[in-house]
């Protein structure tokens, strides 16, 4: 009697993951993105990697006038951020760069460092939409003071598109570094 319930609850627990696998895998945007919505902020902070749609999102906010200031976080493809940033219309004052960071961790320690330094107590993440939540709940981690939101930037590319334009192979190593984060450095996703 008791092998038989131990049973129907494994085997009703391994159809539940399978559920909610099979949801998140078919509607990605509903577990990894995360969106505030039209906001205001001291800075807007924009996260290394992506296919440069990143600082053109943020250019865009820049213009809008959710920000005065921008930083760029992460190494490798900062000057080339930074680049972006003044074509889209930021000047070179409004920017500052933070270059060595190498991880969504390291770009919220390095970053939050120079947020505590200029007192800042709002800032706009702007990242790719798969990137959204990790780095929200990152940032939110390591400076709990400080209001972050997440304005991701989207790609206009059908799902068709997601292989060969490589968002299918980040969107898949972010539902490993999610639970990774959470596990490893105690980043609640949730």
Not at 7 to 20: E, M, S, T
Not at 53 to 60: F, G, M, T, Y
Not at 81 to 98: C, D, F, T
Not at 165 to 189: A, D, Q, S, T
Request: net charge positive.
């Amino acid at each position: 009697m008791i092998r038989k319930f131990i049973f129907r609850a494994i085997l009703i627990g391994a159809l539940l993951l399978a559920l909610l696998g099979a949801v998140v895998w078919f509607f990605p945007g509903k577990f990894l993105c995360v969106d505030s919505g039209p906001v205001t902020a001291e800075v807007i902070v924009v996260l290394g990697g992506g296919q440069n749609e990143r600082p053109i999102r943020a250019a865009r906010l820049f213009a809008e006038h959710a920000a005065t200031k921008v930083i760029i976080t992460g190494a490798g493809d900062d000057q080339i951020n930074r680049q972006l940033l003044l074509k889209n219309g930021v000047p070179a004052a409004a920017i500052e760069v933070e270059n060595k960071s190498l991880t969504t961790r390291e770009n919220a320690e390095f970053t939050i460092k120079l947020l505590r330094a200029r007192h800042v107590h709002s800032a706009i993440l702007v990242t790719s939409w798969y990137h959204a939540r990790r780095s929200l709940h990152v940032f939110e981690h390591y400076g709990p003071e400080i209001k972050f939101y997440a304005r991701p930037s989207y790609y206009g590319y059908a799902r068709n598109e997601w292989v060969s334009r490589g968002i299918y192979k980040h969107m898949r190593l972010e539902f490993l570094k999610v639970p990774g984060y959470w596990i490893y450095y105690g980043v609640n996703p949730f």
